[in-house]
């Protein structure tokens, strides 16, 4: 049965209390569509991870087992804790790669679609990193760290970092010193000048002070959450693939080999003109959040198929393990294309047009 499962109850909740504050307080950090987005983009994620975390486990336990130096005593905390620190070190890596290679961008961006940020936002995550994800752990099982381990310490850093997406949480005095708060983390969702490429650590933010890509928040400019280049979309399989789809447009139509590699590899900024030209400074009195009608059949739709889903996904962690490998396939396929469909339908013209009436 997956771990996940057990989790998924307490992230109901602390959104339920987050909400409860927030509105107590008077702030407005939710929007529905936002929100039903947000979720739906971890419902998609958590059933194809299940079968694509496969090949990262299978990948490592391949290579542990082949060129694994050491032998690690799973009884002695030690060995817990600096498998947690080490992981957490490929961690700022595997990230920072994410953010500054365009085609490994392309996959974690949907993490940063939200233009919102609190704790569904967190949930958004990638449907499309896991076949590179588990290259940059590779360090881990050349000195051996067993595979129970690293799944363990993985958990430990992932969900670790739900927490820190909130507004609610104010700087947390020393701790920001070594630890990823909510105050940096918020930092990195920011598309302010000062918040590009920053703060990219899992636990500790640490690597960051090491690698010279840390930013303390700025009280006198809060950070404005989302991309530059805006998902414009409330369809989480498209949230998903999006940037690839303009990645490959951007090669197709760019002139020589090595001009069209660089649509890949270089930084998400780069173009063909604009060589090595720094991002655009970003106008921040410009910015208008994205958002679309919504009556109140469509918020009653948006809940019912986010309710739906959410009971479908705790149904599949349940059953997965009984199931043959062809049945999950399926299963999974028919959950993507169930909200690639319902995405579509949500801005299609007519139907926008019904929901202005
Ligand atoms: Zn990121
Ligand atoms: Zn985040």
């Not at 008077?26 to 529905?32: D, M, P």
């Not at 080490?86 to 961690?91: H, R, S, V």
């Not at 067993?146 to 949480?169: A, E, N, S």
Request: glycine share 6%; hydrophobic share 50%.
């Amino acid at each position: 049965m997956s771990p996940i499962l057990y989790f998924i109850p307490f992230f109901f909740i602390l959104i339920a209390l987050e909400m409860w504050v927030a509105h107590r307080r008077g702030l407005q950090l939710y929007r529905l569509q936002d929100t039903v987005t947000s979720l739906n983009i971890g419902i998609v994620s958590q059933f194809v991870n299940t079968l694509g975390g496969i090949i990262s486990v299978a990948m490592y336990a391949v290579l542990v087992d082949r060129f694994g130096a050491f032998t690690w005593d799973v009884s002695n905390p030690l060995c817990w804790i600096t498998a947690l620190v080490l992981y957490d070190f490929c961690y700022y890596w595997v990230h920072r790669a994410g953010h500054e290679i365009n085609i490994l961008w392309a996959a974690h961006v949907v993490h940063h679609s939200s233009e919102e940020f609190n704790l569904s936002t967190a949930l958004r995550q990638s449907s499309t990193g896991f076949y590179f994800r588990w290259v940059f752990y590779i360090p881990l099982a050349l000195l051996g760290i067993p595979v129970k381990v690293f799944v363990v310490v993985g958990l430990i850093d992932l969900i670790y970092q739900y927490w820190v997406h909130t507004q609610l949480i104010g700087r947390l005095g020393f701790l920001e010193k070594f630890l990823v708060t909510p105050s940096n983390h918020r930092v990195h969702h920011g598309q302010n000048d000062y918040c590009i490429d920053k703060n990219y650590g899992g636990i500790f933010s640490l690597w960051d002070r090491l690698f010279g890509t840390y930013a303390d928040e700025r009280p006198d400019e809060k950070p404005i959450y989302g991309v530059r280049k805006p998902l414009h979309s409330w369809n989480p399989v498209w949230g998903n693939l999006h940037h690839y789809v303009a990645i490959f447009r951007q090669a197709r139509t760019t002139v020589g080999w090595r001009q069209k590699l660089m649509c890949f590899f270089a930084g998400p900024g780069w173009t063909p003109t604009l060589q090595d030209a720094p991002l655009a400074t970003f106008a921040r009195e410009d910015f208008v959040r994205f958002s679309t009608p919504s009556p109140r059949w469509m918020r009653v739709g948006a809940i019912v198929a986010t309710v739906l889903g959410t009971g479908l996904l705790l149904y599949f962690l349940k059953v997965q393990s009984q199931l043959a490998f062809s049945q999950r396939i399926s299963f999974c396929a028919a959950m993507v294309l169930f909200y690639l469909a319902l995405g579509w339908a949500w801005l299609h013209p007519r139907v926008l047009a019904a929901a202005h009436e």
